[in-house]
T-cell receptor, first 114, second 111 residues
Framework: SAVISQKPSRDICQRGTSLTIQCQVD?????MFWYRQQPGQSLTLIAT?????????ESGFVIDKFPISRPNLTFSTLTVSNMSPEDSSIYLC???????????FGSGTRLTVV | GDSVTQMEGPVTLSEEAFLTINCTYT??????LFWYVQYPGEGLQLLLK?????DKGSNKGFEATYRKETTSFHLEKGSVQVSDSAVYFC??????????FGSGTRLLVRP
């Protein structure tokens, strides 16, 4: 299975600022996703990162708040914009090959907004 | 829409006890089903999977059988260890190849 490098692993940010999270994969993958995991909660899908085109966002998430880039089949970024304390969560990148049966997750970025 | 329901935790067991974590799903068709595990401070790891009815997924002593009749995928282990303490997530893959997760069940195993 693919190996993911997700950076940073954690950060403490001031409200009103933005943070960009990187997801680097050691092999080409067709599917890349970004999830949010709020403290003690399950995972909520933010968006599907599409190579060379705009990401597909889930209900409740918008591009202005969570812009996503995916320039190729091994790399994606998620930006959390204009942060507020409510954005404090773990953000996870997930990758896989369509129909492969089971995706790999990065180790996550633990974000605290103060 | 598709959804996954898991038993609430925490589940607290003594070492070597039998484990069952219940998972049921609602979906159109017959989705692939998964169990993921999250150890403290880490990301999610795929524990096991089943892609069609009556399939049994197994790994590290854990098992789960895809039951179409009861729309269930319960996780079992015959003898848990302290090192199994983690949060376990049941998930299905929808028709758009997205994973939909249950709420997670925290397992605490005491020596």
């Amino acid at each position: 299975s693919a190996v993911i490098s997700q950076k940073p692993s954690r950060d403490i940010c001031q409200r009103g600022t933005s943070l960009t999270i990187q997801c680097q994969v050691d092999s080409q993958v067709t599917m890349m996703f970004w999830y949010r995991q709020q403290p003690g909660q399950s995972l909520t899908l933010i968006a599907t990162a599409n190579q060379g085109s705009e990401a597909t966002y889930e209900s409740g998430f918008v591009i202005d708040k969570f812009p996503i880039s995916r320039p190729n089949l091994t790399f994606s970024t998620l930006t959390v914009s204009n942060m507020s304390p409510e954005d404090s969560s773990i953000y996870l990148c997930s990758v896989g090959t369509q129909g492969d049966g089971g995706y790999t997750f990065g180790s996550g970025t633990r974000l605290t907004v103060v | 829409g598709d959804s996954v329901t898991q038993m609430e935790g925490p589940v607290t067991l003594s070492e070597e006890a039998f484990l069952t974590i219940n998972c049921t799903y609602t979906a159109t068709g017959y989705p692939s089903l998964f169990w993921y595990v999250q150890y403290p401070g880490e990301g999610l790891q795929l524990l096991l999977k089943a892609t069609k009815a009556d399939d049994k997924g197994s790994n590290k002593g854990f098992e789960a059988t895809y039951r179409k009749e009861t729309t269930s995928f319960h996780l079992e282990k015959g003898s848990v260890q302290v090192s199994d303490s983690a949060v376990y997530f049941c998930a299905l893959m929808d028709s758009s190849y997205k994973l939909i997760f249950g709420s997670g069940t925290r397992l605490l195993v005491r020596p």
